[in-house]
Structures are given as structure tokens and as C-alpha cells.
């Protein structure tokens, strides 16, 4: 079945968010609920990715950006930690024949030479074999920071001004946006937060200028099809003005401005 046939079959409009980024959160209160350890619900939360990263290709999205793992994370328990890596593995692992085959190119930000040198090679690798895939672009966000990011790209900019390469008086908001991990991404047109906390926890700070925001209590283990197509609903519904007056209703003019 083509793009506009799964449209169809989920009663969707044909604007869709080209970019969306997901903050997959409450996989520890899902498992809490059910007297399971942590890593239970992290490894459940591993299946709502699976299939939201199916069906966002098959509905044609351009790119998905998922939140896996903060900077800050890494303050967590040594035992999560570890935990968390050894799933991000399995996951790697056990994946790539599925994105390969679904024609899901694989790509990362984040300061990812944090992460064990196990993951780095299986990241390597998947990213190499899904290279030439022509789908849905899936971005991990590992060990990434959205102030860190910036901090980062102001680092290289300053760079360039100090050598002479580019004058202080051109940098623009394009010279920013240049330089940050997000740079080859289309705009996020809709950020989804679930577990119904309503904070940003230091992603896309820059990115999220103009993103609609979709906050769902559903916790990351639970949110399955329904509640992404609900989330792609509730967009499209949405009267995107950009600042200006005229109202836009769910349309994606990110890449038009
Ligand atoms: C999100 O679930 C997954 C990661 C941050 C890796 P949490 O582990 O934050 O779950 P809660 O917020 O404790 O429920
Ligand atoms: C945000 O969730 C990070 C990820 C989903 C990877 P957290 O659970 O770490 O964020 P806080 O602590 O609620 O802000
Ligand atoms: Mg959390």
C-alpha cells in the first residue's frame, strides 16, 4: 500500500508534519504501575518504537527525531545506564533488517562518542547499511543536549570569525541553524511529549521555535498507532500562523519561509 492508500485507511488529511520529534517519556512510571523493574518498561517502550518508526513510513513522513537518551541521563543509576545501553544494542541489533527493509535511513545527534564503544560500532554499522535507504529519515537523539548543541555551534562560528572566514556582521539565524546537528532535517513541524509532562528537558531548543505541541498522559509503553495518528489529527487541526495573521490550518509552510 502506497503513502495516500495508508492516509486513507487512517481517516488522515494529506498535509502531514514533515518532521516530527517525539520525547518518549514514562517508560520507569509504566513499570511502576505494574511492580516490574525500570528496564521492564524501557523494554517495552523498545516495541512503541518499533512500530511508531513502521507507520511513520508508511504514512510518508519525512523525518522522526526520538528522544532516547539526555545528556542528563547519564546521571541516572550506573545499573540503568548500563541497562539502557545493552536495550539501545538489542535494539540496533535486531532492527536494522526491519528499517533496511521498511527503506528507513538511520542517523543520530547527540554527543554519541559518550556512549560505549560497542554501541558506537553498531551504530556505525547500521547507520552504513541503511544508508542509501530513501524513506523515512529516523534520527536517534543519544546522549544529546539542545544547549549543548547551540553552545557547540556557537563554538564554530566564533571559529570562523576569528580565522576571517565569514565577518561577524553576516551571521544570521541561517548561520545558527547551519551548524547544529539538525542541520540536514526539515523543520519539526509537531513535538510530541508523552507521560503528560510539559517541558522541553533540553531538546530542540532552537528547533522547536514554531513547533505545535502534542502532550499526551499515554505513557511511551502504551502509545501505540492510535494515539500517533490522534497526535497527527490534533495537527491538522491546528492554525499555524507563524506570527503573521493569517491562519494556516495544520498546513506545513516551514520549508516555504
Ligand atoms: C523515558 O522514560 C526513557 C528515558 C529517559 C531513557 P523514563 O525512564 O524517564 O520514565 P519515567 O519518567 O521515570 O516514568
Ligand atoms: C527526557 O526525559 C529525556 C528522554 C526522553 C530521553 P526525562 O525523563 O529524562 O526528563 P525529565 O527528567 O522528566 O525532565
Ligand atoms: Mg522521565
Known amino acids: 500500500m502506497d503513502h495516500s492508500g495508508w492516509l486513507k485507511r487512517y481517516r488522515l488529511k494529506p498535509h502531514l508534519p514533515r518532521h516530527v520529534a517525539i520525547i518518549m517519556d514514562g517508560n520507569g512510571r509504566w513499570a511502576k504501575k505494574r511492580h516490574l523493574p525500570r ?26 527525531t526520538l528522544y532516547a537518551f539526555s545528556t542528563e541521563n547519564w ?10 545501553m545493552q536495550l539501545l544494542k538489542q535494539y540496533l541489533r535486531s532492527e536494522v533488517a526491519e528499517l533496511l527493509q521498511n527503506n528507513v535511513r538511520l542517523g543520530t545527534i547527540g554527543n554519541t562518542g559518550d556512549l560505549p564503544r560497542e554501541i558506537q560500532e553498531e551504530l556505525k554499522n547500521a547507520i552504513q547499511i541503511t544508508s542509501r535507504c530513501t524513506g523515512l529519515n529516523l534520527i536517534l537523539a543519544l546522549s544529546y543536549s539542545g544547549r549543548a548543541d547551540l553552545t557547540e555551534a556557537v563554538r564554530k562560528i566564533a571559529k570562523k570569525v576569528k580565522s576571517g572566514k565569514i565577518k561577524l556582521a553576516s551571521v544570521r539565524e541561517e548561520t ?24 522541553i528537558s533540553n531538546f530542540l531548543l532552537w528547533e522547536l521555535a514554531y513547533s505545535e505541541f502534542h502532550v499526551t498522559k499515554t505513557l511511551w509503553p502504551d502509545f501505540r498507532t492510535p494515539h500517533f495518528i490522534a497526535a497527527i489529527r490534533d495537527f491538522q487541526k491546528r492554525q499555524r500562523r507563524f506570527g503573521g495573521v493569517e491562519s494556516v490550518v495544520g498546513s506545513v509552510i516551514s520549508w516555504a519561509r
Open 75 to 84: 546521571k541516572r543509576p550506573r545499573k540503568e545506564v548500563s541497562l539502557l
Open 39 to 64: 528496564i521492564a518498561g524501557h523494554r517495552a517502550g523498545a516495541l512503541s518504537i518499533r512500530e511508531i518508526v513502521r507507520l511513520s513510513g508508511q504514512l510518508g513522513l519525512t523525518a522522526l
Open 176 to 199: 545558527i541553524a547551519k551548524e547544529l546537528s539538525t542541520k540536514n532535517l526539515p523543520e519539526v513541524d509537531l513535538l510530541i511529549r508523552t507521560s503528560g509532562e510539559m517541558r
